[in-house]
């Protein structure tokens, strides 16, 4: 199947390029193989605010009781009983960092290389995995996108060191060009796919990867604590070709950007900030009531694909 997103012209002009922006090779990397690492991409006040917020946001979490947390707090079985593993929704959870994250250059400007200024923020977590949690992560495609008109991406920063031999993620280069069976790739390669990549992370890296690219984390015993922020987007125009929101949707994903923009520039004054260059068709109205747009809630999500019976209606 051909990559329509790989032969696109550059989205971001030459004259409004930032150090931020991805340059044209780093664009095709991505487009040829799925993902791309950006080495220390985080500045190092804003990665410890991150830190400290995602210790109190898995404390919050661990305040829930399995059987009655809402959709902002995921739990899965382990022999152990139920463990909290991911953390939904983080712009509502009394932590600035996860906005002022949303609105920094180094965030917002990958966002415009790869989607176009009119890019959406789809979704906002924090996946992790507690001390001694070595659980697997099994090989799947985040979502598969109905057409291939447009890029959607997940920026995945590491809060914790990630190693080789040590659980850390897997990718299979060149697997999002069309939905995997997933089932039978497991079956015949198992963890030793002859393509896959082990990639070592360290505090503060990026991992941008297609949501359609195969990944995923073997089972290891004795595994320390590792937390990642995922935050996904995807342009505006993808999201009215293929769904599964609307435009109204989109509006109110979109003040979300606005919030985290005035985020961090009252954090980091001093540093450079980012030029929203979004279409004025596009461009939110604010709603005067910060609490009710921290929190856009999805309803539905484009399918992944698993290896699981249940794979259809799983985001």
Request: charge should be negative.
């Amino acid at each position: 199947m051909p990559q329509p997103e790989a032969a696109r012209e550059t989205l971001v002009n030459v004259a409004e390029r930032t150090p931020y922006h991805l340059t044209d090779a780093q664009i095709r990397c991505f487009d040829t193989n799925g993902y791309l690492v950006l080495r220390d991409w985080v500045p190092a006040e804003l990665l410890a605010r991150l830190q400290a917020a995602g210790q109190a946001w898995i404390a919050d979490g661990l305040r829930h009781a399995p059987a009655t947390a809402s959709d902002d707090y995921n739990f899965a079985q382990r022999p152990g009983g139920p463990a909290l593993f991911r953390v939904n929704y983080l712009h509502n959870k009394g932590q600035a960092a996860s906005l002022e994250l949303l609105g920094a250059p180094q965030l917002l400007a990958v966002a415009e290389s790869l989607c176009g200024p009119n890019f959406v923020p789809t979704y906002e977590s924090l996946v992790f995995k507690q001390a001694g949690d070595g659980e697997q992560i099994p090989w799947h495609q985040d979502a598969v996108q109905p057409t291939r008109n447009y890029r959607i991406f997940n920026f995945d920063l590491y809060l914790d060191p990630s190693l080789r031999g040590a659980g850390a993620l897997r990718v299979i280069p060149g697997t999002q060009t069309m939905r995997q069976d997933i089932c039978a790739l497991a079956d015949v390669y198992g963890w030793d796919h002859p393509d896959a990549i082990e990639v070592e992370m360290q505090p503060g890296d990026v991992l941008l990867h297609n949501v359609m690219v195969v990944h995923g984390s073997p089972q290891v015993a004795g595994k320390q604590l590792r937390r990642t922020i995922y935050y996904e987007f995807r342009p505006a125009e993808e999201i009215l070709e293929d769904g599964p929101w609307d435009a109204g949707w989109i509006e109110r994903r979109m003040r979300l950007v606005a919030l985290g923009l005035a985020a961090h520039r009252s954090a980091y004054p001093e540093r450079e900030q980012y030029t929203w260059r979004v279409s004025d068709s596009f461009r939110p109205a604010p709603l005067g009531s910060e609490a009710a747009e921290l929190k856009v809630a999805h309803g539905v999500h484009m399918s992944g694909a698993y290896c699981s019976a249940g794979d259809a209606g799983r985001a």
